[in-house]
Each structure stands twice: as C-alpha cells, then as structure tokens.
C-alpha cells in the first residue's frame, strides 16, 4: 500500500508545523536551514521519512527517493540527543546512529525541535487529542527504553573489552622468561660481535 | 491510415474532428469548473488529495524552483509547489481553460498563496515558454484531455531544463480484471448519475469515464514519453492501477 501512510503524514507534518510556529524562535532556526533536506529511517516507522525545510516550515515525504544532505538511521529516542554532537560518537559506537552526509545538519535538525520551548506532553493532548498524545508517549517511552538499553549494553562492552584486555597483558612468569630469553640472545649478538671484531680488516 | 482517420480523434467514445475537440473539451470543463472541487472529492472519495500529495513526494521539488503545472486547473498542486519552491521560486499554473483557470487563482489567492504563482492561458501542445525553463513540471488528470498527446509531450520536454523532470499523474488502467469491473460499474453508473445530482450535469462526467477508458494504458503511456525523448522513464501504480504517476527525465 503506498497511499496508506500518507494520512498519517500530512497529519504528522500538520502537527510538526503547528508546533514550530507556536515558538517564535523557530522561524530563525528554519530560515538557517532553508532547502535542507533530511532522510530519517527509524526503527518505529515502516518507511524513511525526508524532511525538507521550506520557507515557513517543514515538508514530510515518504515517497522521496531523491538526493537529501543527510541520512540518519536511528530509533526515535535518539533524535534529541543528536543536538549535542558529544552524543553522536558515542551512539554511533552503541550502534543507536548511523549517520550519512553532514552531521552538523542533524544536530541542526534536532536543536529545531528540541529547543521548542513547550510542556510536550500537554502540547501534544492539545493538539492531537488525549489519546493519540498518549499513544505517542508511549512509544517515545518505549523508545527511551531501548535506547537506555542500548546504552547500558555498549558500557557493558567496553568493561568487558577493558578486562579482556587486561588478560592480554603477559604475566609476570611470562614476562620473566622473555626477559631471560632476550639476555641470552644479547649475550649471543656480543659474543658474534667480539669475533666480527678479531677477524683482519680486508684490504 | 487515410487522410480522413488522421484528422479525427477521440473524444470519450465518440470519434471528432481533431480541430473539433478542444472546443468539446473546453466545454466539458467550463461546464464543471465551479463544482470542480467538489465533485474530485467526491467521485474519489477524497483520495485524489493522496494521489496528489504521492506525486508531490516524487517531485523533489526544492525551495528556490521553478515548477510549471500544465493542466492545472483548481490549482492543488500549485497551492503545494508555491509552500515548496518559497519565495525565491516561482510556479507556473497554466490551463487552456479560462474559467478554471479563474476558479484556481480566485482559490489559491483567498488562501493566501501570492507572490510566487502567475497563471497563463496556455495549450500544452505548444507551451509559450523558453526552451530549459522548469525543474520540474507537472501534469496531473490533464494529459487525457489533450488532443495530440505525443506533441505535448515534446513541447514539455523543451520547456524543461537539462536535470528536470516530467511526472504525469493520470487514470490508468486497474490491474486486478475484478477491480477492473467494479470500477466500470462505478464509472459508467454512479459517476454521471452523481455529476447530475451534484453538479446537474451528467454528460460531463460520461465523457469523463469515457475519456478515462481511451487513455492509454500504463505501458503505452511509458512508450510514449520514451518516444518523445526523456529519459529514464517509469511508472507507479496508484489504487491499483485506477491511476498511475509516470516520470520521466530530460537529460
Ligand atoms: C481534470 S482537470 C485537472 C485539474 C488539476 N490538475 C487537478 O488535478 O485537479 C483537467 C484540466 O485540463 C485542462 N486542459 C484540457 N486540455 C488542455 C490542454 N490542451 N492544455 C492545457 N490544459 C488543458 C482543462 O481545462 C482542465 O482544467
């Protein structure tokens, strides 16, 4: 079905507008970021979703295969973490991002929603009604969860990593022996050395 | 074929002199134009608004384009393009009817869309514009209506820019034989039965359902914008092929 997600579209772009124009500060944002375009693949959508930022707002299409300034791949709990671009090495590295074309731009994206200056959950009931607000929640919860996860899953990791690492240091008999060996092989080389030395200069 | 066949086209099922059908046309829109509106919602059942919004996706229209929308009409897709190209863009509506024409810029100006739209009276078989002049052009529920379709193809083709594109969003043929009945029952029963209710005037929309059926299919359609030169040519099925958007590039 391609026509299928459309309705939610235009409803989410509806919505998306609304919430932009509700802060005066956004118009600033948006007139910085004219003409971009962003694709967005998350894991709580069926389908990529491209934004472009027009004159006064932004335009959502799902059926947009043409060329965008950057692409992330991501859950939707991600996105506001993007705006401060310390978070983004260390997502990428918990397999939470992946980011394709200019970073800096979804950064810019997400300080365009996140720096709204309004109480979400009581905007949305408003605008959307109860329900839809509360569904939405609910799956933004959702996906702070599996980002917490995520998270906590790349912190176990890299302890792991760190004490694995750490039986790759040599032991202390090991390094012993290493170090005899190497005294042996010295005391070969000077010994070769001696008889180099004693041997007539040829002419 | 014999000089006699080659001056007459089709007009719905009726065959007509091809001088004589686009005064017939002409006609048949003059006569819809004020109910216009009305009456796309209704024998879509609002759907024609998705279809639109799938080929307003597939533009990757950009601010600061220039978009022609031939067949334009009420202006729909307009309204969209002049939010998409802003101020520094421009859309061309044209139409080579003059009352629908009038209905869209009376529409689209109470909706405070100025300043970046201009409206032309103009034939798409001979577009009045300077060869590479759109990025993008759009010709949506119009090419059915046009009398020699591979002269307007070409004519849009010149007028757009080397990169641009053309999409066309028209009826097409059902896939499925059995939605393929059940949209003829609907066709060729409801829909002039409803245009009389409506808009008291059921010829109208019998040439329509007729004009539908005489337009060419998905393949031809596709054959046609290879024929008149553009480039990388395809197609997609809407509501099961009842419409298709086909694109294709001037490279
Ligand atoms: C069914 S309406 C489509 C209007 C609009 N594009 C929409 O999708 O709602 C078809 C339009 O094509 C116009 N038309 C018919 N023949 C034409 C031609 N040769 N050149 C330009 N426009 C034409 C008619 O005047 C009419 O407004």
Redesign the pocket.
Same mark, same amino acid.
Do not use: C, Q
């Given at each position: 079905m391609m026509l299928l997600p459309l309705l939610p579209l235009t409803l989410a772009e509806k919505l998306a507008n609304q919430l932009l124009h509700a802060d005066p500060a956004s118009s600033a944002r948006l007139q910085a970021l004219r003409g971009k375009r962003l694709r967005l693949t998350l894991r709580e959508l069926p389908q990529p979703l491209t934004l472009t930022v027009v004159d006064d707002g932004v335009v959502f299409a799902v059926h947009d295969d043409n060329d965008v300034d950057c692409h992330i791949q991501t859950a939707l709990a991600v996105l506001p973490e993007l705006r401060d671009s310390a978070n983004i090495t260390r997502l990428i590295k918990a397999d939470a991002l992946d980011i394709e074309g200019d970073p800096m731009l979804a950064q810019r994206f997400s300080a365009l929603f996140r720096d709204l200056d309004i109480d979400w959950q009581a905007t949305l009931a408003s605008r959307i009604g109860e329900l839809p607000a509360y569904w939405l929640i609910k799956r933004w919860r959702q996906s702070r969860r599996w980002l917490t996860r995520r998270m906590a899953e790349q912190r176990d990791w890299l302890r792991d990593t760190v004490v694995e690492e750490k039986q790759l240091l040599v032991s202390a008999v090991e390094f012993a022996v290493f170090s005899d060996d190497l005294q042996a092989l010295r005391a070969r080389l000077d010994r070769l050395q001696r008889r180099l030395d004693s041997l007539p200069a040829e002419g | 074929m014999t000089d006699s066949q080659s001056e007459r086209t089709d007009f719905g099922y009726q065959k007509v002199d091809k001088s004589a059908k /686009?005064g017939m046309? @002409?006609q048949v *829109?003059n006569s819809v134009a004020a109910k216009?509106d009305i009456m !796309?919602d209704l024998m879509s059942l609002g759907i024609?608004r998705l279809w639109?919004r799938y080929t307003l996706d597939c533009s990757g229209v950009r601010p600061g384009m220039r978009v022609l929308? #031939?067949? $334009? $009409?009420?202006g =729909?897709?307009t309204e969209q393009f002049a939010k998409r190209v802003g101020a520094q863009g421009e859309v061309v509506l /044209?139409? #080579? !009817?003059d009352a629908?024409l009038s209905v869209g810029r009376e529409k689209l100006r109470n909706r405070g869309v100025v300043g970046n739209v201009s409206y032309v009276q @103009? =034939? @798409?078989?001979q577009l009045p514009f300077a060869d590479d002049s759109f990025d993008v052009i759009t010709i @949506? *529920? $119009?090419l059915r !209506?046009?009398?020699d379709k591979n002269r /307007?193809l070409r004519s849009m083709l010149r007028v757009l820019k080397p990169g641009g594109r053309l999409l066309v969003?028209e009826f097409s043929k059902p896939v499925q034989p059995l939605l393929n009945q059940v949209y003829d029952f609907y066709s060729f029963n409801l829909l002039p039965k409803m245009g009389q209710l409506v808009a008291g005037d059921a010829d109208s929309y019998q040439y329509l359902a007729e004009s539908i059926r005489m337009h060419p299919d998905q393949e031809t359609l596709k054959g046609m914008m290879v024929d008149a030169g553009f480039d990388n040519v395809d197609y997609h099925n809407l509501t099961g092929g009842i419409v298709a958007l086909h694109r294709g590039y001037k490279f």
């Open positions: - | /686009a046309v @002409a *829109f216009y !796309n024609h639109k929308d #031939i067949a $334009g $009409g009420t =729909d897709l /044209a139409d #080579i !009817n629908m @103009a =034939d @798409a078989e @949506a *529920f $119009g !209506n046009v009398t /307007a969003l």
